[in-house]
């Protein structure tokens, strides 16, 4: 899913320069996976802060990495590390569709506080698993 966002890739290599194509999320880069959910300054903003809430030390920064990082091996952290990762990627594609089709934008803060409620209850629901 990581690397799938071909249109937009393709389209930017046929039209150099076309501001359709600028980044919903901070209107100044050419829109890409890898700019979108990495590397736009709305998208770092996010994984700076999951990054802390969740202690994600040592967590890459680029797709690729990440998804050899995520299948060296299994593990309680690293549940929460595909967590983190699919909570993350999924409200920043909920966000850049948001302002594209709705024209609505929403602060990192309040998109950061969806995710790590998120991750919250995922993993609040994994310890009363195992209570019962
Ligand atoms: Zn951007």
Request: one cysteine or more; glycine letters at 6%; aromatic letters at 10%.
């Given at each position: 899913?990581?690397?799938?966002?071909?249109?937009?890739?393709?389209?930017?290599?046929?039209?150099?320069?076309?501001?359709?194509?600028?980044?919903?999320?901070?209107?100044?880069?050419?829109?890409?996976?890898?700019?979108?959910?990495?590397?736009?300054?709305?998208?770092?903003?996010?994984?700076?802060?999951?990054k802390v809430e969740f202690g994600l030390f040592?967590?890459?920064?680029?797709?690729?990495?990440?998804?050899?990082?995520?299948?060296?091996?299994?593990?309680?952290?690293?549940?929460?590390?595909?967590?983190?990762?699919?909570?993350?990627?999924?409200?920043?594609?909920?966000?850049?569709?948001?302002?594209?089709?709705?024209?609505?934008?929403?602060?990192?803060?309040?998109?950061?506080?969806?995710?790590?409620?998120?991750?919250?209850?995922?993993?609040?629901?994994?310890?009363?698993?195992?209570?019962?």
């Amino acid at each position: 899913m990581l690397l799938e966002l071909p249109t937009q890739d393709r389209i930017g290599t046929w039209m150099l320069n076309s501001t359709s194509l600028s980044c919903a999320l901070c209107d100044g880069c050419m829109d890409s996976h890898d700019h979108l959910l990495f590397a736009c300054i709305y998208s770092k903003e996010l994984w700076r802060r999951i990054k802390v809430e969740f202690g994600l030390f040592g967590f890459p920064e680029i797709s690729s990495d990440i998804m050899d990082h995520l299948s060296d091996n299994r593990g309680p952290s690293k549940m929460v590390h595909r967590l983190a990762l699919s909570g993350t990627v999924y409200h920043i594609w909920r966000e850049r569709n948001r302002r594209i089709f709705r024209g609505i934008k929403q602060v990192p803060i309040v998109t950061y506080r969806q995710i790590r409620d998120q991750i919250r209850l995922y993993t609040a629901s994994w310890r009363i698993g195992k209570k019962t």
